[in-house]
């Protein structure tokens, strides 16, 4: 058994790779990355990667919610004042700061990175009263050269991860948003479809099991949440997706869905 020490909490969820665990968490106004030994509790390194002035945050957020994405290699970590890399011995490798940030968040980052291929790729959605728009971007996860960048209108005031998913030998990324789901070329960041939806301020990220995708959550207007289910698709004219059905029954709010076949 083992406790945590003197940081501040964090709602990243911690990811273990060879027996060694990894969280963001917050020292003061220091946005650092833990590695810890899973079987002992024990400390291995400890690395503050950026040092701001606190952000606006949701009250029952914290300053370090999006989870660490990790390769075996690389750690990738997203605090919205800035996207890091690390190795697992807690070196810093590369970050790049997003000096905008602090000045336009609401609820605070949520979106955890993701890694596809050679790229760690981060969304930033613009929320209810930000001066900038949305961003979602692609890093050399070796360098963390800026692959591409794009600002889609379509996704805001959310609160959601992006799902990477494999058709054929192309790589997708799809984001549900504020009135809307969306997929892009991860290789790119072009736009491939789009879908209305009902439900509006989504926390909860999608699922996908085969051609099933599964949208669930929203909470706020509470008469646009519900449980979508659709069907991805390629067709003549490229890949898109349909609607299955669609329940308001017992819909949570923040907890993703799970498709079990």
């Not at 968040?105 to 900038?132: H, N």
């Not at 799902?163 to 984001?175: A, E, H, K, Q, S």
């Not at 789009?194 to 008469?223: F, N, Y």
Request: hydrophobic share 35%; glycine share 8%; aromatic share 10%.
């Amino acid at each position: 058994a083992c406790k945590g020490g003197k940081h501040k909490p964090g709602y990243a969820s911690p990811i273990v790779f060879d027996y060694r665990g990894l969280r963001q968490v917050t020292t003061m106004l220091a946005k650092s990355i833990i590695g810890v030994n899973a079987e002992t509790g024990e400390l291995l390194w400890e690395k503050t990667v950026f040092t701001e002035r606190a952000e606006r945050k949701h009250k029952d957020s914290t300053y370090a919610m999006p989870t660490p994405a990790a390769d075996g290699r690389h750690i990738i970590v997203n605090f919205g004042v800035g996207v890091a890399c690390l190795d697992f011995e807690g070196n810093l490798l590369w970050r790049k700061e997003d000096p905008e940030y602090v000045w336009n968040t609401r609820y605070g980052a949520v979106a955890s990175p993701v890694l596809v291929e050679d790229m760690a790729i981060v969304l930033q959605e613009s929320e209810w009263d930000s001066k900038r728009p949305t961003w979602l971007a692609a890093f050399d996860k070796q360098t963390g050269r800026q692959r591409w960048r794009i600002n889609p209108t379509n996704i805001h005031e959310c609160f959601t991860t992006p799902l990477v998913y494999r058709d054929r030998g192309d790589v997708r990324l799809i984001i549900a948003s504020w009135g809307n789901v969306a997929s892009y070329d991860a290789r790119t960041g072009k736009r491939l479809w789009i879908r209305s939806l009902t439900t509006q301020q989504l926390v909860a990220s999608p699922a996908r099991e085969g051609q099933l995708l599964c949208i669930g959550g929203g909470t706020w207007p509470k008469d646009a949440d519900g449980t979508i289910m659709m069907r991805l698709e390629r067709t003549a004219k490229g890949p898109g997706a349909s609607f299955l059905w669609r329940s308001e029954k017992d819909t949570p709010e923040d907890c993703s869905p799970v498709i079990y076949q």
